[in-house]
């Protein structure tokens, strides 16, 4: 999917796939369950943007868990496809939220500094060490509050799981393909540990969750 050649077609019909994928997963619950931890205003809705948002599933998904959890919060994804952008505007239409999304290059324009918390999901992987670096610092830097990433676990039982599910749900070969490059792609915990102590993220949090994939949270407070 970083093919800026791929077809259209196909890059429609990898993004639905992925988004079974994180629907199996859970990754919109194990990201908003993190990202509420977060301290963030209380006397006005609380703004999040989610980076490299793909076809803004998980961006959508927050945005409804925010909602049921009573909290007002205003969810926003930005991605540096224009046919992701657009395929998570059609999805926020089909079922009735108000998203917002825009094209953003995450490593080269200026990430937006008026949102308390920044999320992302599945992108680091697709990073050089310095581009993953980079993205940590801008992150830290533009976010009021703090920020909340989460991605994928180098491991053996991690490349098995993606050749499966890969293939259980989605017929795209575009998936198929990815999902292994991307577990092998992959930071283990103690490297994306490492990454953040080197960028200076103190007290940033770093966990395991189910299936083969990690949280990496950050607070201002912390």
């Known amino acids: 999917m970083d093919d800026p050649e791929l077809d259209e077609r196909e890059h429609r019909r990898a993004l639905t796939g992925l988004a079974r994928l994180n629907r199996a997963s859970r990754a919109a619950a194990a990201i908003w369950r993190t990202a509420s931890q977060i301290p963030a205003p209380e006397h006005r809705p609380i703004r ?17 868990l925010g909602a049921a959890s009573k909290l007002d919060v205003e969810v926003v994804g930005c991605d540096i496809s224009p046919v992701a952008v657009a395929a998570a505007r059609a999805r926020a239409s089909s079922i009735g939220i108000q998203g917002k999304f825009f094209v953003c290059d995450a490593l080269s324009d200026d990430l937006p500094n008026d949102y308390d918390i920044l999320t992302c999901s599945l992108f680091l992987h697709h990073l050089t ?14 976010s ?35 999902a292994l490059r991307s577990v092998r792609a992959a930071f283990t915990v103690p490297e994306i540990r490492a990454l953040a102590d080197s960028v200076g993220l103190r007290g940033a949090s770093i966990g395991r969750v189910w299936p083969c994939r990690y949280i990496l949270s950050w607070s201002r407070t912390a």
């Open 48 to 64: 999040i943007l989610d980076i490299a948002c793909g076809s803004g599933d998980v961006t959508t998904g927050i945005a409804r």
């Open 144 to 178: 009021r509050c703090g920020f909340v990433i989460s991605d994928l676990v180098r491991s053996t039982p991690g490349l098995m799981l993606a050749g499966v599910a890969s293939r259980a749900f989605t017929r795209s070969r575009v998936v198929h393909t990815d």
């Open 129 to 142: 060490d310095e581009q993953a670096d980079t993205l940590l610092q801008s992150m830290r830097r533009v």
